[in-house]
């Protein structure tokens, strides 16, 4: 709508731009010729109005019929720090995930379902308790009614393998085809969240949910107590 007032605009600025410029330069002619001119300018104007006024230019086809649904990571399941025999300590942390970015895109029309495609980037760590270097993390991505009910809900492996000699990994997961219908043309994206999180048990959660939290890199520090 932006873009159609923007190029109205543009037009009409250029059709009243005409007569300010012959009138400038019509100064100092005879006063009938001049009169004569001015009425010519003003059938031209009025003939110009009456075939651009009501009719713009066409534009692309929106892509959407409204705005995409709101994706983020939930706060609590963000980030994944697991703890040797729970005891929170940065000596004590076997691996960790944070979720660092999410982009998304969307495309829906008329009364079709909304169709999201996601990109999350994953930031894996390594801890001194860890047990190796291979670790499968587990997140979900689900779909809810704003602040309401879960409607959908589906989990995802992440297989991980931590080069010889490093404790962090970076990985960007494509999730595509988050197919969510909608009851008519009025219902639009912005009636719906996507949400993503790891698969946390309570205590993560409530860590997370805490503020607490310990670098990625845990097994360089030596500190008993987590970052504020």
Known sequence: MRR??????????????VPVVTYAQGRGNDPEAQAKKEQEDAAKRKK?????????????????????????????????VEFKENREASA????????QGISAGCQYKDDKPIEVTMEVLFELGK????????????????????????????????????????????TTQKIGQIVIPRAGVATSGSNFEVLVGFDVTPQMAAFNRDGKRFRLNVGQTASNTPNP
């Open 4 to 17: 159609h007032v923007l190029l109205a605009a543009a037009v009409m600025a250029a059709l009243t731009a």
């Open 48 to 80: 110009r109005q009456e075939e651009w006024g009501d009719n713009q230019a066409p534009l692309p086809q929106l892509r959407n019929a409204g705005p995409c649904p709101f994706v983020k990571s939930l706060y609590d399941a963000a980030r994944y």
């Open 92 to 99: 004590n942390v076997a691996y960790s995930g944070e979720i």
């Open 127 to 170: 801890g001194p308790q860890a047990t190796g270097r291979q670790k499968t993390y587990r997140y979900w991505v689900a779909v809810t009614d704003r602040n309401r009910a879960v409607l959908a809900k589906q989990s995802f492996d992440l297989p991980i393998t931590f080069p010889e000699g490093q404790d962090r990994v970076y």
